[in-house]
């Protein structure tokens, strides 16, 4: 597969629309391509739904069950936690994602303030974590307290990966319309 953008953010997309749990990448960059190349794969790992789910006093919340198999055969039981890099959430990705993203992250070229706070947010930032026994997943406190998760989050399965919303960041993001001025191209193209 070859790749042709200028923007980062639209490689990265890219790349993780054909990220899965279990497959490896070899990568190639040059002239303004990035060439991927499968190096192995299984099926691909697809989250999908929104659940709310608490938050006990040690910062546990637990993986709805539908969810459970998939994390734990598809993507070896190990989980990427870090801040979404454009929205007031976390992500929660299958660690092989985790890294296709932080490799391309790592890419950026130093100087520009926004390259290093992306790196910051989705490397810098990131912890590694294993559902236990039961399901549940510590959010390190840190993360918790700067999207401001309390007592009560939604999870939302975006495809390749989670993002962990405090309860009034959700509420306050699904009200927010997408306004003309906002569609891309990209989202006109699309068949609705």
């Keep these: 597969m070859c790749v042709r953008n200028t923007l980062a953010t639209n490689v990265l997309d890219t790349l993780s ?14 002239r303004g391509f990035l060439w991927c190349k499968r190096m192995s794969e299984l099926p691909p ?8 789910v608490a938050v006990d006093d040690k910062g546990r919340f637990v993986i709805p069950a539908a969810y459970r198999e998939t994390v734990s055969s598809g993507c070896g039981n190990r989980l990427a936690i870090c801040y979404h ?13 985790w890294e296709v993203r932080a490799k391309a992250y790592g890419q950026l070229r130093e100087g520009p303030k926004a390259h290093q706070v992306l790196k ?3 490397i810098g930032a ?5 559902p236990d026994g039961n399901g549940r997943v510590l959010l390190p406190a840190s993360l918790r307290s700067i999207v401001q998760i309390e007592k009560k989050a ?3 399965g975006m495809n390749d990966k989670f993002e962990l919303w405090s309860e009034h960041g959700h509420l306050a993001m699904s009200r ?3 306004r003309e001025d ?5 989202m006109r193209d699309l068949k609705l």
């Design 17 to 30: 629309a054909n990220a899965y749990c279990g497959v490896r990448w070899n990568f190639v960059v040059g």
């Design 120 to 122: 910051m947010r989705v």
């Design 182 to 186: 906002q569609e891309t191209e990209e």
């Design 45 to 52: 790992v697809t989250f999908l739904g929104e659940t709310l």
């Design 126 to 130: 990131a912890t590694f974590v294993e």
């Design 154 to 156: 939604v999870l939302l």
């Design 176 to 178: 927010e319309p997408i």
């Design 85 to 97: 890099p454009y929205e007031q959430c976390l992500w929660i990705l299958p660690v092989p994602v």
